[in-house]
């Protein structure tokens, strides 16, 4: 399988700490990509970041990436009750896209 | 949301009988997925669909078969249904760009009983 991994697989924070989370990856990628989902619905696409990019910034979301290690990290500061979902890692290498297991985030009122 | 409609939403039916799911854009995009998604799994790709006719096996495609015969359309069937089919069916759509994020449905919920 090409499919990423998500660690941790859970998270439970307080309202106000940061959330960081964690997506390795197998194959070489043309880029990576952040999803959320809350439950029972879609998932909403969060930030891109491209293979040749090491850092991308939007709003509260810290993302990094690093091809030599295959590996990504999502940074959810000063994070809400209205995180608490599910969050993926997407690679993007042919077309086709391979998402992670996923990371369950609950943030605590 | 980005007109991306899904149904029927949820499906009872019985093992050995066929399936038929539907995904409807208004968008025009060009590449349009289905994917399962299964506690432990993530979400896996079955096929997808990159114009009307064009399709490709993804990760998981054994059992479910596809069809494009106009842009907004992309259907999905599982000629005879097994209880290793139930799961939560999404399609997603992508526009030509390169670097073009998925945009989401709503969501199926398939149990074969």
């Known amino acids: 399988s090409q499919q990423g991994e998500e660690d941790p697989q859970a998270l439970s924070i307080q309202e106000g700490e940061n959330a960081t989370m964690n997506c390795s990856y197998k194959?070489?990628?043309?880029?990576l990509q952040w999803y959320r989902q809350n439950s029972g619905r879609g998932l909403v696409h969060l930030i891109l970041i491209r293979s040749n990019e090491r850092e991308k910034h939007s709003g509260r979301l810290r993302v990094t990436l690093d091809t030599s290690k295959k590996s990504s990290s999502l940074l959810i500061t000063a994070s809400r009750a209205a995180d608490t979902a599910s969050y993926f890692c997407?690679?993007?290498?042919?077309?086709?896209?391979?998402f992670g297991t996923g990371t369950s985030l609950t943030v605590i009122p | 949301d980005a007109g991306i409609t899904q149904s029927p939403r949820h499906k009872v039916t019985e093992t050995g009988t066929p399936v038929t799911l539907r995904c409807h854009q208004t968008e025009n995009h060009r590449y349009m997925y289905w994917y399962r998604q299964d506690p432990g799994h993530g979400l896996r790709l079955i096929h997808y669909?990159?114009?009307?006719?064009?399709?490709d096996k993804g990760e998981v495609s054994d059992g479910y078969s596809v069809s494009r015969s106009k842009t907004e359309d992309f259907l999905l069937t599982l000629e005879s249904a097994t209880s290793s089919q139930t799961s939560v069916y999404f399609c997603?759509?992508?526009?030509?760009?390169?670097?073009?994020?998925?945009?989401f449905g709503p969501g199926t919920r398939l149990t074969v009983l």
């Open positions: 997603a759509i992508r526009g030509l760009a390169v670097y073009n994020e998925q945009f």
């Open positions: 997407a690679t993007d290498a042919t077309g086709q896209f391979y």
């Open positions: 194959t070489s990628i043309n880029n």
């Open positions: 669909s990159y114009g009307v006719k064009d399709t």
